[in-house]
């Protein structure tokens, strides 16, 4: 099992991920635009140039950042997602219920998408959103 932290942007991605490989004298990898997104996702101008995803590994763990798409909220301090990543799916599913119990609300249902057979984000009861995601995808 992964366990990364995931941080968004708000057009600053790029900019972000050199200053923290610069500073764990890492690298940046994987850098994604909007526009490198498959063709069914329509995606406005102003988000083409956005960093869709890209990572940088630090002490073992990745540090990944993105830029939100425009018109969706940021709010500062609170941008960034813990993120459980396994092969697991069945952990997966029981990680993302037991998130969820004691009112914690659904923020995108597991599901397969283009970066992961399964992915899906929920808020636990405390305000911290996860991610969870299909490792090797």
């Known amino acids: 099992?992964?366990?990364?932290?995931?941080?968004?942007?708000?057009?600053?991605?790029?900019?972000?991920?050199?200053?923290?490989?610069?500073?764990f004298r890492s690298e940046v990898q994987r850098v994604m635009t909007y526009s490198q997104m498959p063709a069914e996702y329509e995606v406005p101008e102003a988000?083409?140039?956005?960093?869709?995803?890209?990572?940088?590994?630090?002490?073992?763990?990745?540090?990944?950042?993105c830029d939100v798409p425009a018109g969706m909220p940021l709010t500062v301090g609170t941008n960034f997602n813990p993120t459980l990543g396994t092969g697991d799916k069945d952990e997966i599913r029981r990680l993302f219920a037991a998130l969820q119990e004691g009112g914690g609300e659904v923020g995108m249902e597991l599901q397969s998408t283009f970066w992961s057979?399964?992915?899906?984000m929920v808020t636990d009861r405390f305000g911290i959103t996860w991610q969870f995601s299909c490792a090797g995808q």
């Open 47 to 65: 988000d083409k140039n956005k960093i869709v995803y890209c990572h940088v590994p630090v002490f073992g763990h990745n540090l990944m950042l």
């Open 1 to 23: 099992m992964t366990f990364d932290l995931f941080l968004s942007f708000d057009g600053q991605a790029r900019e972000a991920a050199e200053f923290y490989a610069k500073v």
């Open 117 to 120: 057979e399964l992915y899906g």
